[in-house]
């Protein structure tokens, strides 16, 4: 049974990053992983993809993602997310992120996202 974009993004978010379950992060990441920023855009093989969580959650003591939108398209691929992440880094620093990302999941997996980056703080 193939997962929807929606369950793929939310289990991407609260199982993988709040939970550290990295084998959940290599079944739900393609085998590629675009990454678009403002002016450019980053492919990742799968296995720099999940690389890429195992490092980012080296940084954290503790990290969780709290969802407070989760849209997804109509066309089956696409979920948007507005999130924030209490998050305690490994030197004790204590700080708190917003954004919002939109995912492209094809299958069951996360080809593509979306950032325009984050900003310290909690959403008003």
Avoid at 22 to 40: M, N, Q, S, Y
Avoid at 97 to 105: A, C, P
Wanted: one cysteine or more; a negative charge; glycine letters at 10%.
């Amino acid at each position: 049974m193939i997962r929807t974009a929606r369950e793929v993004v939310e289990l991407y978010h609260l199982v993988v990053w709040n939970q550290r379950d990295i084998g959940l992060a290599g079944e739900l990441l393609g085998e590629t992983v675009i990454r678009h920023g403002v002016g450019e855009a980053v492919t990742l093989t799968h296995e720099q993809a999940v690389a890429r969580v195992v490092d980012h959650l080296a940084m954290f003591e503790t990290i969780r993602f709290d969802l407070h939108l989760v849209v997804a398209g109509d066309d089956g691929e696409h979920v948007a997310v507005v999130y924030q992440a209490p998050m305690r880094l490994t030197d004790g620093l204590e700080t708190t992120v917003g954004s919002m990302e939109i995912f492209r999941v094809v299958d069951g997996r996360i080809t593509e996202v979306w950032n325009c980056g984050y900003e310290q703080g909690v959403w008003a």
